[in-house]
Antibody, heavy 121, light 110 residues
């Protein structure tokens, strides 16, 4: 059974960079069949796709966040990471990592439990 | 790319049917058969309920069904049960390898 676990600081100061990692177990991140994505959810609000990555390093970003987002993959550690720069309080959210099938169908079956990141000084 | 439009809330009594709409444009919902629906209970990660407009993953009750007409997709829950009370989100491929979500709908079982 695939498991995904987000980790990283729960508190980030405004203007700094948010950094999170998603560790994958029970399956290989190098599988040619899947992509690995980040989704966030501000408190009491809806879901927002941040971006996705393929094990080869190909990335796909939400245009509204593209200028501030970097997603990378470390196949040796079976994990992938998110960096979001110049954060503001609008970036306070639960951040989920998830696996999906393709970059057209975007079917998210497996999700991490999520990690809450608060932006505050 | 704007978020897809969903009603803020819908409600129904146990055993009744409810339908949640998800309205987009010809650039997303109307342009592709790649609409998914997710159920989210408080404090939990979303759970896939429907994908590719109307396909149901194994383990999802057949009370849940999806459809699409033009730029609007719909999720219908038939025979509403107490455990169906949750937030529901639609998502759609929007071209250029971009995904857009709906704003979410709270389903209340009366």
């Amino acid at each position: 059974q695939l498991q995904m676990q987000e980790s990283g600081p729960g508190l980030v100061k405004p203007s700094e960079t948010l950094s999170l990692t998603c560790a994958v177990s029970g399956g290989s991140i190098s599988s040619s069949n899947y992509y690995w994505g980040w989704i966030r959810q501000p408190p009491g609000k809806g879901l927002e796709w941040i971006g996705s990555i393929y094990y080869s390093g190909s990335t796909y970003y939400n245009p509204s966040l593209k200028s501030r987002v970097t997603i990378s993959v470390d196949t040796s550690k079976n994990q992938f990471s998110l960096k979001l720069s110049s954060v503001t309080d609008a970036d306070t959210a639960m951040y989920f990592c998830a696996r999906h099938s393709t970059v057209t169908t975007f079917v998210f079956v497996y999700w991490g439990q999520g990690t809450l990141v608060t932006v505050s000084s | 790319q704007s978020a897809l439009t969903q009603p803020r809330s819908v409600s129904g009594s146990p055993g009744q049917s409810v339908t949640i709409s998800c309205t987009g444009t010809s650039s997303d919902v109307g342009g592709y058969n790649y609409v998914s629906w997710y159920q989210q209970h408080p404090g939990e990660a979303p759970k896939l309920m429907i994908y590719d407009v109307s396909k149901r993953p194994s383990g999802v009750p057949d009370r849940f069904s999806g459809s699409k007409s033009g730029n609007t997709a719909s999720l219908t829950i038939s025979g509403l049960q107490a455990e169906d009370e949750a937030d529901y989100y639609c998502s759609s491929y929007a071209g250029s390898y971009i995904l857009v979500f709906g704003g979410g709908t709270k389903v209340t079982v009366l």
